[in-house]
């Protein structure tokens, strides 16, 4: 999740594939209907650029401005993701997980 923010505008789509894949990996036993539908992240792009995603199917990430709203399942995830404390926060249907860098989380149940 570290390495999702490189600080330029291109993205690769091999290295996004194998985060997922590694995620993948690493939980098994979670099932399609039980896998994050988003990723929200702080961005270090600059002053103008707040946070970026990582969708569950898209390999993609997109980066949004201050004032370019996320997707809305998504939006929610916003103000958890700008804050110091967490690294990224996972979005469920249901509820959010924000986790800090040494692995912790904090679960949000919406």
């Known amino acids: 999740m570290t390495q999702l923010d490189a600080g330029c505008h291109c993205q690769d789509p091999r290295a996004v594939e194998a985060l997922i894949a590694a995620i993948q990996q690493e939980l098994p036993e979670v099932t399609i209907d039980k896998l994050p539908i988003g990723i929200v ?26 004032n370019k709203s ?13 804050h110091s404390q967490y ?13 800090r860098s040494n692995g912790e989380t904090a679960f949000i149940n919406q």
């Open 70 to 82: 996320l997707p809305p399942l998504l939006e929610r995830a916003r103000s958890l993701a700008l």
């Open 87 to 99: 690294l990224f926060v996972e979005v469920y249907i249901d509820s959010l997980v924000a986790v």
């Open 41 to 66: 992240s702080r961005c270090c792009l600059g002053e103008d650029y707040e946070v970026h995603t990582l969708d569950q199917t898209g390999g993609i990430v997109q980066h949004y401005r201050r």
